[in-house]
């Protein structure tokens, strides 16, 4: 069974820090997702790759970064914390014939 | 550029009533479409997915949902709901490219059984 594990499951930041979100797949999949969810608004992509040092900015990528340096890590960056960025944070991964595995998430407060 | 709309927020039902939730998409080009379920304090788990075929999919926990392509809707229907069945429900949609497969959710619709 595919595992997508995030490296924390809660984070308390301070507004201006920065911030590693980590994620890591066990199955060798070449696409990997950030998404965020918050009330209302559903999930909305953040960034997603599709091969190792590739990256795409998905519909709301402004205050992000990614890294992915090797095929099964996924990291979400955030230069500089700010109190919008609140959020619950998924990470999610994917292959040809798989349907889109998530992990529990990680949800950031940042104060 | 693709997207989805699930119509109701919300939708409260009883227990062993049956329930249909709305969910219409826009795409120039074909699509996969999913329905994700989210239990409180988890994560997202795939409920069924239209990739080709039967327009008629069913998935875990008996739910089916329809592929409608004139009407771009792929709406998930249950006949008799459970307490169990509480939770948040997506809807997505990927389009058939040559490129990464990227998914598109809808706002999503809250399930709430009642006795």
């Known amino acids: 069974d595919v595992k997508v594990t995030q490296s924390s499951r809660y984070l308390v930041k301070r507004t201006g820090e920065k911030v590693f979100l980590e994620c890591v797949q066990d199955?060798?999949?070449?696409?990997m997702f950030w998404y965020r969810q918050d009330p209302g608004l559903g999930l909305r992509l953040i960034y997603f790759s599709y091969d190792v040092k590739m990256k795409e900015k998905g519909d709301i990528p402004e205050g992000y970064s990614v890294s992915r340096e090797k095929k099964e890590r996924f990291s979400l960056i955030l230069e500089s914390a700010s109190t919008n960025q609140t959020s619950m944070y998924l990470c999610?991964?994917?292959?040809?014939?798989?349907?889109?595995?998530f992990g529990n998430g990680t949800r950031l407060t940042v104060t | 550029a693709q997207s989805v709309t699930q119509l109701d927020s919300q939708v409260p039902v009883f227990e062993e009533a049956p329930v249909e939730l709305r969910c219409n998409y826009s795409?120039?080009?074909?699509?996969?479409l999913f329905w994700y379920v989210q239990y409180p304090n988890q994560g997202l788990q795939l409920l069924l997915k239209y990739l080709s075929g039967s327009t008629l999919v069913k998935g875990i926990n008996g739910f089916e949902a329809e592929f409608n392509k004139s009407q771009t809707s792929f709406h998930l229907r249950k006949p008799s709901v459970h307490i169990s069945d509480t939770a948040e429900y997506f809807c997505a949609v990927s389009e058939v490219t040559g490129g990464g497969n990227k998914l598109t959710f809808g706002t999503g619709t809250q399930l709430k059984v009642e006795l």
């Open positions: 199955m060798d999949h070449e696409n």
């Open positions: 795409s120039s080009v074909s699509v996969y």
């Open positions: 999610a991964s994917l292959d040809v014939n798989s349907p889109l595995h």
